[in-house]
């Protein structure tokens, strides 16, 4: 079979992070035996030169994982590039041939999710993505299935969010397991995240008609003192090192501060959190407001390579327990104790990690499943 993989903004944001979102997906369905076509779409007013020297760094960065040569690019309205053959890509009517779309874009251009006989919506930012449907932020096109990461489609209750009509099926973030092995770290390591930090536009709407800042910076206010009672090292991979006042306060608090373009490169991204000895992070609010059930894709990786995560709980799950290889906390006080465990039980919650991981977040299983649900 072959698979399209919408990637978004992996052309001009090659970064690690970033795109071991979609890699995992793209080795996981390689993994199944499956070809893949690496799909983005060129902004409006990127000049030819310089979509050229964007597309020769995200062909450097997929080089290891042999998907350089994988690449198709549409423009903004779902056109072919009239460079394609010079840019050495594959061609856009050979990216729309292939059996199955994969879309993690929230805004791939109508034409093209239309040329497809069957397409997969993946929501990887639940509720989020459904407030900024309400914004009118995107206009996403008709696909024949929607995924969601999310479990809140497996909750009781009602969503708390406008779900847009749609069937939306539940599907763990996927993990390339053999990408991600379990790997042992130095005992003094520190409990690792690498997140964004200051955030434009991740203001949200609540109930009453006010907004609230949905950004990292915001989710991790009330959790700044941790460091200076944990037991273990923590450390924020963060890209803030213009802003030296916000680096003073938060090392001032106890937190280690790595710098997140050290680890633009993939490699360097798996490289750190294999080197970390878990994860420590928050979510951001609309995620716990709203009661998503979100994994972030990034704690994936971590329990794939046996680490434990103390991470904030954004719903119920029944996948993923709150005491046990994860550690889910809801106030300052759970997180604190949660870092006890963990420091006082370390083989048996990274053990935990790993096994969590091989059972439910392995990309040939969960892979496998969402094609059988859309074909």
Known sequence: MRICLSAPNTLGYPDGGHLWVFLNWALGFRSLGHEVVWLDVVADGDTPRCVAEML?????????????????LASATGDALDNERQLQLVPLA???????????????????VASFRRSMMI??????????????????APHTHYFTIGEWTKAAHK??????????????????????????????????????????????????GDWYDNSKRAAFQPYLDVPQQSPLPLELCLN?????????????????????????????????????????SCAKPAYVRLKTGWLSDRTACYLASGKPVVIQKTGESDIFPDSHGTLRF??????????QQVHDHYPDHAQAARQLAEDHLDAKKV????LERTM
């Open 56 to 72: 020769t760094t995200l062909r450097e960065r997929l080089h290891p994982f042999g998907l350089d040569q994988t690449i198709a």
């Open 94 to 112: 050979s990216a729309q041939s292939c059996d199955v779309l994969c879309d993690h874009r929230y805004n791939l251009p109508e034409k093209i």
């Open 123 to 140: 929501d990887i930012d639940p509720g989020q993505f459904h407030v900024a449907l309400d914004l009118g932020t995107y206009s996403t």
């Open 159 to 208: 969503p708390l969010f406008n779900t847009h009509g749609h069937d939306w099926i539940y599907t763990p973030p996927p993990v390339a397991l053999d990408q991600w092995p379990a790997t042992a770290c130095d005992a003094v390591a520190p409990l690792t995240t690498v997140s964004g930090w200051f955030m434009k536009n991740e203001w949200m709407p609540d109930d009453n």
């Open 240 to 280: 803030i090192f213009s802003y030296q006042p916000e680096v003073d306060l938060l090392e001032s608090k106890g937190w280690r501060i790595g710098k997140s373009p050290a680890i633009a490169h993939p490699l360097d991204y798996r490289r750190y959190i294999q080197r970390s000895r878990g994860e420590f």
């Open 330 to 339: 809801t106030t300052p006080a759970e997180a604190l104790a949660m870092l």
């Open 367 to 370: 892979l496998k499943l969402a």
